[in-house]
């Protein structure tokens, strides 16, 4: 139990383009879910949180503008580039939980690259 | 402010024992995680402390002390497949992670 999946699992795109990145939780329903992004050889930089049905809260120096992040339904949450540059390029993870539960479940991860 | 602190990498050998240490500083505590990570990878869950002591989980154990600010997990009987980075994540009074930076560990035959 607890699967959370993302897609897509890597993409490329041009300069100025946006993308979007699915994060769903299979078999529960994740009241607050994380976006994180991870540079090579770093550890993992929280960008946001979301709960669903409110804004995002977005971790200091993250532009929310940029990082769109939508947080429909219980199951669902979407983080979108907008006008991605090649130094947006990094593996996004994100990852649910349940409540006030302790552990949060991750994701794949995705691999984005900006050309 | 929030703090971890944890070895950037470490080397052992295969069969031995690895004690990798983690320091916290937290707003709050409701505990403290330990994740492993291989590379192009998500983490991966393998232990939860939020009581002094020790928990054992087959070959990998976690250590807790709260008044220091600390813990360790302790791997035995290292496989190849052990060589990946170990992050550990304290969790606050707002439930939110901090994580470390991680640690790389290196598994030589």
């Known amino acids: 139990g607890a699967v959370v999946s993302q897609h897509p699992s890597w993409v490329i795109c041009k300069s100025g383009t946006s993308v979007k990145i699915e994060c769903r939780s299979l078999?529960?329903?994740?009241?607050?879910m994380f976006w994180y992004r991870q540079f090579p050889k770093q550890s993992l930089m929280l960008m946001a949180t979301?709960?669903?049905?409110?804004?995002?809260?977005?971790e200091q120096g993250v532009e929310k503008d940029k990082f769109l992040i939508n947080h429909a339904s219980l199951t669902l949450s979407t983080l979108t580039v907008t006008s991605a540059h090649p130094e947006d390029s990094s593996f996004y993870i994100c990852?649910?939980?349940?409540?006030?539960?302790?552990?949060?479940?991750f994701g794949p991860g995705t691999r984005l690259t900006v050309t | 402010g929030q703090n971890i602190d944890q070895p950037t990498e470490m080397t052992a050998t295969e069969g031995a024992i690895v004690q990798i240490n983690c320091t916290y500083q937290t707003s709050g505590f409701n505990g403290l995680f330990w994740y492993q990570q291989h590379a192009g990878e998500a983490p991966t869950f393998l232990s939860y402390?939020?009581l002094d002591g020790l928990e054992e989980k087959g070959r990998f154990s976690s250590f807790l002390s709260r008044s220091k600010g600390y813990s360790y997990l302790l791997l035995k009987e290292l496989q190849m497949k052990d060589s990946a980075s170990y992050l550990c994540?304290?969790?606050?009074?707002?439930?939110?992670?901090?994580w470390g930076a991680g640690t790389k560990l290196i598994i030589k035959p």
């Open positions: 994540a304290a969790m606050d009074s707002n439930y939110q992670l901090i």
């Open positions: 402390n939020v």
């Open positions: 990852s649910a939980r349940i409540d006030r539960d302790y552990e949060q479940y």
């Open positions: 979301s709960n669903e049905g409110s804004k995002a809260t977005y």
């Open positions: 078999d529960f329903q994740a009241t607050t």
